[in-house]
């Protein structure tokens, strides 16, 4: 059972938007830095959102991130099918000392 | 540009010893820290341990006492020592560069491809 807690899986039709959540506690997303990653099938996660709602450079302003108190949020504007894949959000819990991961969403764009 | 070569896996029976490279080029080793990220067949990502740029090492309790993790910085290289393995280590192994992005923000970077280790008798 993860220490962050993603919906299993979401679904929108292309041009939608779609949000997904990750909950936790105030010593993993309440104290810390949220940052989300997409992982197609069979390939190496890539970093989408650091610093709770930063993009790296490459990535586009369809995807947004937002924490409030023990929660965060990732947003996905403008859905194509290439956006499928499983998200996961994670953090270092600092007062652990480890790295948490929440257990990932499958997003399928119907 | 950023990369980073895991290898060393493969098949090995409960109770034996693996030891996963990840070479990494396109930035100063030295000045990063580094993680190792499993991922079991059809399951999610979890982490397994991590080396700050000082040496300071950090693991899961799952794996405590049995993986170790090393850099050699003058091979640019990550090493996990991973001893005593059980069949739930069966996973894919990826290594990531672990950016500093404000006091106390971290995230992982870079990634690698993954290495595929599978334990089985």
């Known amino acids: 059972q993860s220490v962050l807690t993603q919906p299993p899986s979401v679904s929108a039709a292309p041009g939608q938007k779609v949000t997904i959540s990750c909950s936790g506690s105030?010593?993993?997303?309440?104290?810390?830095?949220i940052s989300w990653y997409q992982q197609v099938p069979g390939t190496a996660p890539k970093l989408l959102i650091y610093?709770?709602?930063k993009r790296p450079s490459g990535i586009p302003d369809r995807f947004s991130g937002s924490k409030a108190g023990t929660s965060a949020t990732l947003g996905i504007t403008g859905l194509q099918t290439g956006d499928e894949a499983d998200y996961y959000c994670?953090?270092?819990?600092?007062?652990?000392?480890?790295?948490?991961f929440g257990g990932g969403t499958k997003l399928t764009v119907l | 540009e950023v990369q980073l070569l895991e290898s060393g896996g493969g098949l090995v029976q409960p109770g034996g010893s693996l030891r996963l490279s990840c070479a990494a080029s396109?930035?100063?080793?030295?000045?990063?820290?580094m993680t190792w990220v499993r991922q079991a067949p059809g399951k999610g990502l979890e982490w397994v341990s991590a080396?700050?740029?000082?040496?300071?090492?950090y693991y899961t309790e799952s794996v405590k006492g049995r993986f170790t993790i090393s850099g050699d910085t003058s091979k640019n290289t990550l090493f996990l020592q991973m001893n005593s393995l059980r069949a739930a280590d069966t996973a894919v192994y990826f290594c990531?560069?672990?950016?500093?992005?404000?006091?106390?923000?971290?995230?992982?970077?870079?990634w690698g491809q993954g290495t595929l280790v599978t334990v089985s008798s």
């Open positions: 396109g930035f100063t080793f030295s000045s990063y820290a």
């Open positions: 610093d709770n709602n």
């Open positions: 990531a560069k672990v950016l500093e992005c404000g006091d106390n923000c971290y995230c992982l970077e870079s």
């Open positions: 994670g953090t270092w819990e600092s007062s652990l000392s480890v790295w948490v």
């Open positions: 080396i700050s740029g000082g040496g300071a090492t």
């Open positions: 105030s010593s993993s997303i309440g104290n810390n830095y």
